[in-house]
C-alpha cells in the first residue's frame, strides 16, 4: 500500500470478508465514539478480501473516509492483514474485527491505550477488554501460550473446573485479576494494539496460517524478541463473536471453520514445539486434530 502523506499515529486495519452487515454496524460506532474524539491522528484502513456481498461497493459510497483496499483474494487473515500492515508508516496499528462495535462514553477511547504504550516502550502489544454481546469477557483477549500442558488441561475441562489455580487455568490464565493492567501471554487479533517499530523487527503475520493461531503465533514472537503483551481492561470494545464461523447457524460455515481451528493447532505445534518433545507428544495431538475434523 502507499505510504500516507501524514504520519498517523494510529491505522485502524479491519480485514473484511463478506461482512457488509457488520460494517454498517462497526464503522459508524468506531467514527463516533473514538475517531472524531481522537486527540490523535488516527486513519482507518479496510482491507477486503475478494468478497461477493458487494461490500467494496458499500465501502466506496458510504464510507468515503476510510481507504479501501482490495486485496484480490481470499487469502486468510494474516495475508489480509498484511497487506494493510506492509509499508504501513503510523506509530501503532490496531487489527480490528469487523463484527466489532465501540461502546460511548469513552469506553472504547483507544488513546489511553496508546498514552500507555508511549509510557512504556517494552511493550509490543495491548488488548482492550474484549467483550462478548452479553458482556462477559471474550477469554480469546486473555490467553497464555498454549503449551501441550496448558492445552491438555483445558480440552479436558481443568480449566473450568479450577479457574484460579495456575497449574490448570493456565490457557487462559483466568488466575490473574481481570479488573487490574497486567501482562498476558497472547490475545486476540479481534482488538489489538501493536507497536509498527516491533513489527518491524519481529516481520509481520505468518501467512502460514490461514484462519486461527497467527494472533497466537504473532505474539509469541513478540515475547521472544522480549516485548511484554499487555491486558488493558479500562478500555472496552464489543465483539458479536459466533455470529460466523465455529458456532455459525450455516453448519457448512460452521464445519469448515471447525476443520481450520483443529488444523492450525497442530500447525502451531509443529512450529513452535515439535522440536521441544518427543514425537509421542505430536502423534497425539494429530490424533486429537483427526477426531476433532473427522479425517480418516
Known sequence: MQKSKTKMDLSIIVLN???????????????????????????????????????????RRDF?????????????????????????NARYVMLLNSDTEFLPS??????????????????????????LSDGSLDPASHRGEPTPWASLTYFLGLEKLFPKCKLFAGYHQSYKDLNTIHEVDACTGAAMVVRNDAIKKVGMLDELFFMYAE????????????????FYPRIKIIHH???????????????????????????????????KYPKFIR????????????VH
Not at 470478508?17 to 457488520?22: L, V
Not at 453448519?251 to 481450520?260: N, R
Open 106 to 131: 469513552g469506553q472504547s477511547d483507544l488513546d489511553q491505550i496508546i498514552d500507555f504504550m508511549d509510557q512504556n516502550t517494552d511493550v509490543a502489544m495491548v488488548s482492550p477488554r474484549v467483550e
Open 64 to 88: 468515503k473516509w476510510a481507504t479501501t483496499i482490495e486485496s484480490g483474494r481470499n487469502g486468510g487473515f494474516a495475508f489480509g492483514n498484511n497487506v494493510a500492515i506492509k509499508g504501513n
Open 17 to 59: 470478508y463478506n461482512g457488509q452487515f457488520w460494517l454498517k454496524k462497526l464503522l459508524p460506532t468506531l467514527k463516533k465514539n473514538y475517531m472524531n474524539k481522537s486527540k490523535y491522528q488516527v486513519e482507518l484502513i479496510v482491507v477486503d478480501n475478494a468478497s461477493s456481498d458487494d461490500s467494496v461497493k458499500l465501502m
Open 283 to 294: 502423534a497425539i495431538v494429530k490424533y486429537f486434530v483427526l477426531i476433532k475434523t473427522d
Open 215 to 230: 494472533d497466537l503465533d504473532w505474539c509469541k514472537r513478540f515475547r521472544d524478541a522480549g516485548y511484554r503483551i499487555v
Open 241 to 275: 463473536k459466533y455470529k460466523s464461523g465455529i458456532k455459525s447457524s450455516n453448519k457448512k460455515t460452521a464445519s469448515v471453520t471447525q476443520q481450520y481451528f483443529y488444523k492450525t493447532m497442530l500447525q502451531y505445534y509443529d512450529k513452535h514445539y515439535k522440536d
